[in-house]
């Protein structure tokens, strides 16, 4: 059964752990157990695309959409769109660097990862985070 939910949410830094709240909330109703590891990242990718659109969003945009969706394998699509154009890219980060290691953090967690245009209304930065056994 493929299970979605989004929800909006203001250009804050608060937002951000209201954002790993509603989806981890979401995703044990449907069923991921709290020990489940898929959970887990799928909180930490949020967090960090979040973190993204606050600290890179455009300065105008006041919100910002998260949506989650549950796959019927046990995997979960999550998804962050800004009214932002450019996007995200990796980029060397020197060890000493305080900021700069979100997209490597969702690099290294997610299955798969990618942005979609949404034209002139910005983008949706997406991560992939499999079922695990």
Known sequence: MLRRNSFRLPRHPASVGLARRRVRDHLTDWGH???????????LLVSE?????????P???????V????????SALIEVSDDGGP?????AVDESAEAGRGLHVVENVSAAWGVWSRGRHGKTVWALVQ???
Do not use: M, S
């Open 33 to 43: 157990g709290p020990d489940d590891e898929a959970l887990a990242d799928a909180v």
């Open 49 to 57: 695309l979040a973190t993204n659109v606050i600290r890179h969003g």
């Open 59 to 65: 300065f105008q945009e006041r919100e910002f959409e």
């Open 67 to 74: 949506a989650v969706t549950a796959l019927a394998d046990g």
């Open 87 to 91: 996007e995200p890219r990796l980029r």
């Open 131 to 133: 079922a695990t056994p």
